[in-house]
């Protein structure tokens, strides 16, 4: 089996220096709920409202909008003039939305503003997955069966759907860093405390303790329910424009500072990646603490990108917050949480017990935190990150209060 900290497995993609070109100046969430009935166009569309709301602006300020690159029902331009009853010209680009896009979004924002092709930005993204889930359709288990190579040598040996994956990654990191099913719980009990105090989460009224993951039964060994993401039909949005625009705007500050993208060589096929208990922030989470000139000890709030607890634990790992092999450890207890902590961590909820709107939401919730407006807030946060994640990709973003 190949080290864990290999290097040759991945690579950082090039970025441009944005350092304090941009700013988010609006945030919007959509409800976030069960199956509702909703289109991910009219969840999206709601969010946006939100968004405008927030900011002060009007639909006509807005001049540029990003999306997913993939799934063909998501907020475009054409959305965008049907719901508001604009014409104007948009810049365009599927290189937003969540995911790994939620925290890149903000690069290809500040350089289309900084080139004049837009000088305001929205970024979107939601998902019905939850409405969609009785026709067995949407979400990552759709995408990955239609694998070919996924259907040809990994559902006919088991190896499917996404908690068996990770299931076995975090069998590994027991096997390799003696990680244990309480440090894993600590990060379940954690995000679900934060939830409880955010009045948007799906989970808000469902407390979770240590002993209750303890005696929840495993659905794939060593996970437990509480150890995998929710399903849910939600979305939100979030707006940027210069710095010095955003000084002019109603909300506090909050300032892009870096921004890094990592990759890896093996894509979604998990199996044959050589650093099996590691994650693309190997590669992402350096070039953003260096565009900012900030490190991991200078961060406030952390929220990543969180299918598993297992994705959390690595994350934490790979950004550089401590040691690999040492996140069992590192969690253990209330390391996590939002006023007790060392390292406040998804402090809305998260995608195991706020809703699973694939990341966007807990850039919402960075902003948030950052303004000081946030439901679980951490006492004088300056500096935020948001790690995104898609298997393939890390993304991580660095925010500051200005």
């Known amino acids: 089996m190949p080290t ?3 290097t040759d497995w991945g690579f950082a993609s090039e970025l441009e220096d944005v350092s304090g070109a941009v700013a988010i100046v609006g945030i919007g969430d959509a409800d976030y709920t069960r199956a509702s009935g909703r289109t991910t166009r009219e969840i999206a569309a709601q969010a946006t409202e939100r968004a405008l709301a927030d900011a002060g602006l009007r639909p006509a300020d807005v001049d540029g909008l990003m999306y997913v690159p993939f799934s063909g029902d998501q907020f475009a331009a054409r959305d965008f003039h049907a719901h508001f009853g604009t014409s104007h010209a948009l810049w365009e680009s599927e290189r937003g939305g969540g995911m790994v896009w939620a925290g890149s979004a903000p690069h290809d924002a500040a350089l289309a503003i900084r080139s004049g092709r837009a000088s305001c930005v929205l970024n979107t993204f939601a998902v019905a997955w939850a409405t969609q889930r009785s026709q067995m359709v949407g979400g ?3 995408v990955h069966a239609e694998d070919m190579i996924k259907r040809q040598l990994e559902v006919p040996f088991g190896w499917f759907p996404q908690p068996v994956y990770f299931a076995t990654i975090a069998r590994r990191h027991m096997h390799e860093f003696g990680t244990t099913a309480e440090q894993l719980g600590a990060i379940a009990v954690a995000c679900r405390r934060h939830a409880g105090l955010t009045p948007s989460a799906v989970m808000r009224d469902r407390p ?4 209750d993951y303890l005696a929840s039964p495993l659905i794939v ?4 329910k509480e150890d995998c993401c ?6 939100a949005a979030y707006i940027m424009t210069s ?3 955003a000084r002019d705007l109603r909300q506090p500050v909050v300032a892009v500072l870096g921004v890094g993208v990592g990759n890896s060589r093996t894509g979604t096929y998990w199996s044959q990646q050589g650093a099996f208990t590691s994650t693309p922030q190997v590669f992402a989470a350096p070039g ?32 550089g917050f401590c040691p690999k092999g040492e996140g069992g450890p590192f969690v253990a207890g209330e390391r996590l949480h939002f006023d007790t902590g060392t390292l406040p961590y998804n402090t809305h909820g998260g995608m195991l017990s706020h809703a699973y709107v694939l990341g966007i939401a807990h850039v919402v919730e960075i902003v948030r935190q950052l303004r000081h407006h946030a439901a679980a807030q951490v006492r004088a946060a300056e500096i935020g990150v948001y790690g995104g994640y898609t298997g393939p990709q890390a993304s991580t973003l660095v925010l500051a209060r200005r």
């Not at 979770?208 to 002993?211: D, F, G, K, N, P």
């Not at 060994?221 to 437990?224: C, E, G, I, Q």
């Not at 929710?230 to 979305?235: A, E, M, N, Q, V």
Request: charged share 20%.
């Open 4 to 6: 864990a900290d290999a």
């Open 288 to 319: 953003a603490f260096a565009m900012a000139g900030l490190g991991p000890g200078d961060v406030d709030v952390l929220a990543c990108y969180d299918p598993f607890t297992i994705v959390s634990l690595m994350q934490i790992e790979d950004m």
């Open 243 to 245: 710095l010095e625009r």
């Open 221 to 224: 060994d060593p996970f437990r």
């Open 230 to 235: 929710l399903i849910s039909d939600g979305g």
């Open 208 to 211: 979770l303790s240590l002993a």
């Open 140 to 142: 990552p288990g759709q």
